[in-house]
């Protein structure tokens, strides 16, 4: 079956533009969650989304912001871009509370 | 709060010899625990979990851990490492309906 699908791979910005990264999760997941990936930050969980709501949200600013489709595909947003706002950005799907997660391979977004 | 610890930035080992990558948690509740691995430039690829039962549990690639409650510790083993077993390793914790909370990862080197 079909993973779960991250587009687009590799983004470049310029600061101040808005990005949308987009996660097709696995068929029949209901659950997908954002995560950012930085070396010195290491993986911080940005939200999770279960059946079109927001479930549980971290420590990030406003200019991140997410939402989830009716057939559980998810979007994440981020505007005005910083130069910090530089990572890959993972995407994971779960089929139920206490499942394992499956990851997209990530949108490698570089602001510059 | 929830955190999860991994004390090793870095674990050597030569191949055929057993592996441990250690992690700690500390979380109010019952914990989910979870093993991922991460290759260059991929997302997270999940090993196991543990969620309740027997305290060692048996995942992908010949990896188990060992849950251990009073020592509030997870710890990922290998019976006898393989190169292709180089790689970026993450544990993780959550509570029921909380966020997963990742720990800082642990580089393993497998040397020939």
Known sequence: KAGVTQTPRYLIKTR??????SCSPISGHRSVSWYQQTPGQGLQFLFEYFSETQRNKGNFP?????????????????????????ALYLCASSLAEGSGYTFGSGTRLTVV | AQ???QPEDQVNVAEGNPLTVKCTYSVSGNPYLFWYVQYPNRGLQFLLKYITGDNLVKGSYGFEAEFNKSQTSFHLKKPSALVSDSALYFCAVKTSYDKVIFGPGTSLSVIP
């Open chain 1, 62 to 86: 406003g200019r991140f912001s997410g939402r989830q489709f009716s057939n559980s595909r998810s979007e994440m947003n981020v505007s005005t871009l910083e130069l910090g706002d530089s």
């Open chain 1, 16 to 21: 101040g533009q808005q990005v949308t990264l």
């Open chain 2, 3 to 5: 955190s999860v610890a």
